[in-house]
Each structure stands twice: as structure tokens, then as C-alpha cells.
């Protein structure tokens, strides 16, 4: 019922850019936090960045000061502005989605994830 799609993925060369997208759809009545997360292989799933909603930002250490997360909240969208990508940061990356439903429960969706590489 509840969907997340992602968009903006791909491959960079060190210290470009690039701008995820996360666009939220379905039958709900509001979506708390909002973020990303990002896996790598070997590693487990590491926080990228959260924008509750009405509330402030959180950022993973090794993106503090490269990335930045905003929220539309009237297109239930949310973006990650990347940039001085370095190598390490390739890894799928995860939307998520607190919705909250009609009957007040709160239920984390998953986008299907995007791949970002970044490689010379």
C-alpha cells in the first residue's frame, strides 16, 4: 500500500556529485522520519542521514559536511545532495519511511535501494 521509489544512482568519478531522490506514495496519513541508510559489501547497514518530520537532521559521521538531506513534505519526497564522493561511499543506498497510518500506527518502509559507485 505504501511505496518508496528511489532515483539518482550511478557511477561518479571521485569528488563529483550526485542527487538521490525518494518519492513516497500510498494510502497513509503521515510520515514521520524520513532517511537514508547505506550498505556496502561486508559491512552492515550504516546510517547516511534522517529528517524527521517537523524535527532536525542527523547525519552519519563519515558524510557530515559532504552530504545533505532535505524533505518536500508536500511531494512526501525526500533528496540527498552528495557531494565530494569518495570511494568508500559506494554502496546501495536505502530510503526509508515512518508512516503512520490511519489507526496511528507506525510502520518503517523500504525503498528497493539504488546503487552508487563511485570510481574513477
Known amino acids: 500500500q505504501v511505496q518508496l521509489v528511489e532515483s539518482g544512482g550511478g557511477l561518479v568519478q571521485p569528488g563529483g556529485s550526485l542527487r538521490l531522490s525518494c518519492a513516497a506514495s500510498g494510502n497513509f496519513f503521515s510520515i514521520d522520519t524520513m532517511g537514508w541508510y547505506r550498505q556496502a559489501p561486508g559491512n552492515q547497514r550504516e546510517l547516511v542521514a534522517t529528517?524527521?518530520?517537523?524535527?532536525?537532521?542527523s547525519y552519519g559521521e563519515p558524510v557530515k559536511g559532504r552530504f545533505t538531506i532535505t524533505r518536500d513534505n508536500a511531494k512526501n519526497t525526500i533528496y540527498l545532495q552528495m557531494n565530494s564522493l569518495k570511494p568508500e561511499d559506494t554502496a546501495v543506498y536505502y530510503c526509508?519511511?515512518?508512516?503512520?497510518?490511519?489507526?496511528?500506527?507506525?510502520?518503517?518502509?523500504w525503498g528497493q535501494g539504488t546503487q552508487v559507485t563511485v570510481s574513477s
Open positions: 526509508l519511511g515512518d508512516v503512520r497510518t490511519f489507526g496511528n500506527f507506525v510502520v518503517r518502509y
Open positions: 529528517f524527521p518530520s517537523g524535527g532536525r537532521t
